[in-house]
C-alpha cells in the first residue's frame, strides 16, 4: 500500500491541503500515521474515501450527510452504504425538481410581465391601469408529479 504526503494526497483527491486539515479537524477524514516530524500522511484508503467524499459532495450532499454516509461507509459493505446514498440522491432530486417547477414558474411570470411592460406607458404618474402595478393574466400553474422510485416495495 502507497503511503502519500497532506500535498500528495490533496494532489490525487482534488482537494486542498487545508480541505484535508478541515476534514480532519471534523472528523471525516483521519491521516493513516504522523511521522516524527508530526507530518501527516495518507494511504490509498485514504484517498478511496476522499474519492468517496468527492462523489458525495458534487451531488449535492451536505458535510453532516456525507459525514453520516463515511460512518455507513466505515463498515466495509458497500450495500448499506449504497442504498443510503440512493436515498439521499434520490431526496436531492425530487427537491432539484421541485425547485426546477418554481423557477420554471417563474420564468413564465417574468415573460408575461415583460411582455406586459414592453407596451406603450401611459401618460402620468404610475396607477392601477398602468403595466408597473396591474399585474397581468396569471399564468397557469403546472403540477409536478412525482411517483415512487421504480423497483421499491410497499
Given amino acids: 500500500m502507497s503511503t502519500y504526503t497532506i500535498s500528495e494526497a490533496a494532489d490525487r483527491s482534488g482537494f486542498s ?11 471525516l ?15 490509498d484508503r485514504s484517498l478511496a474515501r476522499l474519492a468517496f467524499i468527492a462523489r458525495a459532495k458534487h ?10 454516509l463515511a460512518g455507513i461507509w466505515d463498515g466495509d459493505r458497500c450495500g448499506p452504504v449504497q442504498r443510503r446514498f440512493h436515498d439521499l440522491v ?12 418554481e423557477l420554471t414558474a417563474l420564468t413564465d411570470q417574468l415573460h408575461a410581465a415583460a411582455a406586459q411592460l414592453s407596451g ?4 402620468g404618474p404610475c396607477d392601477d391601469s398602468c403595466a408597473c ?19 421499491a416495495s410497499k
Avoid at 406603450?120 to 401618460?123: E, K, T, V
Wanted: glycine fraction near 10%.
Fill in 17 to 27: 491541503a487545508s480541505a484535508l486539515r478541515f476534514y480532519e479537524g471534523i472528523g
Fill in 29 to 43: 477524514v483521519e491521516p493513516t500515521t504522523r511521522t516524527e516530524a508530526g507530518y501527516r500522511i495518507y494511504d
Fill in 59 to 68: 451531488l449535492g450532499c451536505t458535510l453532516e450527510e456525507i459525514t453520516n
Fill in 90 to 101: 434520490s431526496a436531492k432530486l425530487i427537491e432539484a425538481q421541485r425547485q426546477i417547477a
Fill in 120 to 123: 406603450p406607458a401611459i401618460d
Fill in 133 to 151: 402595478i396591474a399585474a397581468g393574466p396569471a399564468p397557469a400553474r403546472t403540477e409536478v408529479a412525482l411517483g415512487t422510485k421504480p423497483g
